[in-house]
């Protein structure tokens, strides 16, 4: 009875935890960045700086909010002293909008500068959508590929409603309307439809990964259906095209732009770290309280 009233107060005590947790952290470094990057900028524009031909964009944690991923995306397309990307991915996968959106980012990117993807820990689902139309995926040997399947999951409620005393009152047009409701069980009629909804969206996630990593969609049942593979594995069903380290796909990255000499645009480390708090607990508040559909 207990875990289950937290759990339906959950946001509140997430929010509060992310503040006691990070508050204090967040107004320090805020107050060292602007004593610091006045002077900082000034010594970086006397200098004499080379200008970057390569970028790192990274792809961590679940996929929910990828404003800052497109950002960078864009960023990279519209740069033309940029002349390659590596996306650095660490992603159980998310929901499946963003993960497409981010798939065929990477692929419209692809079309103008090289891209390699580049399998630091986990590229799983949704992660793994969003690398398919990378230039190359060189993944890790520890790392784990694949996951290629959707869920959708929702939480049945009834019984701790009928404990506390709350009922739900609806009023609704067409048939399909309350499908996924956390309130009750879900009828029959109610889980065929969200089926239907789950096999077409597997459907489209195979036939991209079928065309982006040149595979047979009659044989998804070999490199899909939500296997989990290491990285060997995942190189012999063709998922990934190399098993090794990421000096390797710094490399690759470099040969395939053409760039004689290698130099990396330098990251904001504020502003990531920031973005990594902020993300990390909104994300931790979608994944744990939204019943959606997933790339997971």
């Known amino acids: 009875m207990f875990e289950m009233i937290k759990k339906l107060f959950y946001p509140i005590i997430a929010i509060l935890d992310f503040i006691t947790k990070y508050f204090k952290t967040i107004v320090f470094l805020t107050i060292i960045y602007f004593f610091v990057s006045s002077s900082d900028d000034s010594a970086l524009n006397n200098g004499n700086q080379e200008q970057a031909n390569l970028q790192k964009i990274e792809l961590v944690g679940p996929i929910l909010n990828i404003k800052k991923v497109m950002q960078d995306i864009n960023s990279a397309k519209r740069n ?26 990477i692929k419209e990117l692809a079309e103008i500068k090289p891209v390699v993807a580049y399998a630091s820990g986990v590229m799983a689902s949704g992660s793994y959508y ?27 409620l009834e019984e701790l409603m009928e404990k506390i005393g709350v009922k739900t009152q609806t009023v609704k047009a067409g048939r399909y309307k309350e499908s996924g409701t956390p309130t009750r069980e879900w009828a029959s009629y109610e889980k065929e439809e969200l089926e239907k909804v789950i096999k077409d969206t597997y459907s489209m996630f195979v036939s991209d990964v079928a065309n982006a990593r040149k595979l047979k969609v009659e044989d998804h049942k070999k490199y899909a259906d939500a296997h989990i593979f290491t990285s060997g594995q995942a190189k012999k069903v063709g998922l990934v095209d190399e098993v090794t380290t990421l000096t390797y796909a710094k490399k690759e990255i470099k040969i395939l732009s053409g760039v004689e000499k290698a130099i990396w645009k330098k990251e904001d480390k504020f502003e990531k770290f920031i973005d990594k708090i902020i993300n990390e607990a909104v994300s931790s508040f979608s994944v744990n309280l939204f019943g959606s559909l997933k790339a997971y």
Do not use: C, D, H, R
């Open 130 to 156: 969003a690398s398919i139309w990378a230039n190359k995926i060189i993944a890790n040997p520890g790392a784990m590929i694949g996951s290629i399947g959707v869920i959708f999951q929702g939480t049945n």
């Open 80 to 105: 033309k002293n940029i002349k390659g990307v590596l996306l650095v991915v660490n992603s159980p996968g998310g929901a499946v909008a963003p993960s497409v959106e981010l798939a065929y980012a």
